[in-house]
């Protein structure tokens, strides 16, 4: 066999280079860099460039067929090298106050808890035909990394960043270049769901390494399976093996019986510690021989597949019951006109590009990156608005902020295509929503104030400032030039209980008129002081 070494330095370099790309674009926080930074990590996730290849159709998602191919030739490389949450994982257990002493004694062979994983596994699927995406948002491994990294490290950067400019600041050295102080709106829902993830896989990793891996990721268990055919796998030359345990010991899958010289291909992550430590060169890359799998164990893993299948499809109804209420249907266009002007009633608002509720809950996995990389933070993680199985996707929250009508971000940066990549042109004319005006709350008839805020901030001129029996000038909204950006709602001074101009979303976006303002023709009639409209 010959030495295959170099494989653990190279599996570590492209791991950490993919694990700062990450870091990279959770931290660009002012959307300052090109949107084919973020295409470029993000196509290599497995599940997101899936879902691409079948949604947007783009050239780049084929990398999903090269990723299924490279397990197919040689395991699961995806686990050690692009995927982040793996590699987060490694990161983790490299740290020294997790070698504690009873750990190497740990990194030993276990059985795989095959009656955990393979049910998560059918679950998943089952969720998914069922309910929709919902389920890669909760058990996606990018997802969940993705959530992780835009509520614990991205706010974590932005303290440092702005702790320096502060410092800077009170030094009179002035700002360094790209070092601004920057605002950061954090939902507390996706904090608490980030923070329970990585405290689950926190504990893993101290207990077991990469036992999320083998047991909860629904991802890892696929591609495990896949690795039963692979045609090179790593195993063990029986005839130059002295059985030290050295690959055992060194083995974070504990997939490695020593007793046996066996490996089980469908845990083993390719990280080639095993290769590594081996001083005899008997761990290695073989072609492999098919061996079919003993009939018990075959048969014991298909029961339990069956039965959490069947328990799953019994609670399915349960859970599409919950989820009525805020299902998006026809009767919903169909709305009276009163009912579509009450605040709380008026539903969530996607962002544009997603072409409406039901189109984002059929894509979106929840995964944060587009509200990471929204300038203004109007973006936010829902909660209950979409519904049970729209948790953790995006949201417009006026509150927060408004959508530039200049910017198309989202888009641009969206993994899986949830969120189409629009032309700036194109963008401009998604009507997300339309502005609804509330004049009994509106400052000019409560207050007899001027205001004109919605009037002076609206990107689209669908706001005029008519005469009112109050006084001042009073808003009226044009529908069809309305893209329901939200810079009305953003801009208005009235809090309470609501603002008296607020978007009503749009389930099915629509396209609105361009705006086309009237030409100023010179009127030979009048002195040269004048002019005639």
């Not at 170099?6 to 090109?34: E, H, K, N, Q």
């Not at 060169?281 to 298909?302: H, I, M, N, Q």
């Not at 001027?450 to 808003?475: F, K, L, Q, W």
Request: charged share 20%.
């Amino acid at each position: 066999m010959k030495n295959q070494k170099w494989l653990r330095p190279l599996r570590i370099l492209i791991g950490l280079v993919f694990f700062s790309g990450f870091m990279i674009i959770f931290s660009d926080v002012r959307a300052t860099l090109p949107p084919g930074m973020y295409n470029f990590f993000t196509s290599f996730q497995f599940l997101p460039s899936g879902l691409k290849l079948f949604t947007a159709h783009t050239l780049i998602s084929i990398v999903f067929i090269g990723l299924v191919l490279i397990t197919l030739f040689g395991g699961r490389i995806y686990c050690s090298v692009f995927c982040p949450l793996g590699i987060m994982q490694d990161i983790l257990a490299h740290f020294n106050f997790f070698r504690l002493p009873f750990k190497k004694q740990r990194r030993k062979f276990k059985k795989a808890l095959n009656y955990i994983r393979y049910p998560i596994l059918g679950a998943f699927i089952l969720t998914w035909i069922s309910l929709g995406i919902v389920a890669v948002s909760w058990l996606d491994p990018y997802a969940n990394f993705g959530r992780i990294a835009s509520s614990i490290y991205q706010p974590l950067f932005v303290f440092l960043n702005n702790g320096l400019s502060d410092f800077l600041s009170e030094a009179n050295s002035g700002s360094l270049e790209g070092i601004h102080t920057v605002s950061i709106w954090l939902h507390p829902v996706t904090l608490l769901a980030a923070s329970g993830m990585f405290l689950l896989i926190l504990v893993l990793v101290i207990y077991q390494d990469r036992l999320y891996c083998n047991t909860v990721c629904p991802v890892g268990t696929f591609l495990g399976l896949l690795s039963k055919v692979s045609l090179f796998k790593i195993r063990i030359q029986n005839t130059a093996c002295t059985q030290c345990g050295k690959c055992q010991l060194a083995c974070k899958a504990n997939c490695i019986n020593i007793k046996e010289m066996t490996i089980d291909e469908t845990r083993c992550v390719s990280c080639y510690n095993c290769i590594s430590s081996c001083q005899d060169d008997a761990v290695g890359y073989r072609l492999a021989r098919v061996k079919p799998a003993p009939v018990e164990a075959t048969r014991a893993s298909k029961r339990a597949f069956i039965k959490s299948g069947l328990l799953y499809l019994a609670a399915v109804p349960l859970i599409a019951k919950a989820d009525d209420s805020y299902r998006s249907d026809e009767a919903d266009e169909h709305a009276s006109e009163e009912k579509q002007l009450k605040y709380k009633d008026r539903g969530p608002i996607s962002p544009p590009g997603s072409r409406g509720i039901k189109e984002l809950k059929e894509h979106c996995i929840g995964c944060q990156l587009c509200v990471s990389a929204c300038p203004t933070k109007v973006l936010q993680p829902a909660f209950l608005e979409y519904g049970f199985t729209g948790m953790m996707f995006p949201r417009m929250d006026n509150e927060v902020g408004f959508c530039n009508f200049e910017c198309k971000q989202c888009g641009d940066v969206c993994p899986t295509g949830a969120i189409l990549s629009l032309t700036k042109e194109a963008k401009k004319k998604v009507q997300i929503g339309i502005a609804q005006f509330m004049e009994r709350y509106c400052i000019v008839k409560t207050n007899g104030t001027a205001c004109g805020a919605c009037d002076e901030h609206c990107p689209t001129n669908a706001i005029e400032m008519v005469p009112s029996v109050y006084g001042p000038n009073i808003p009226k909204v044009d529908p069809e030039i309305c893209t329901g950006c939200g810079a009305c709602e953003y801009a208005c001074p009235v809090e309470v209980p609501h603002p008296a101009i607020f978007v009503a979303p749009s389930k099915v976006h629509g396209t609105s008129k361009k705006f086309v303002q009237e030409q100023v023709k010179w009127d030979e009639n009048v002195e040269e002081d004048g002019w005639a409209f």
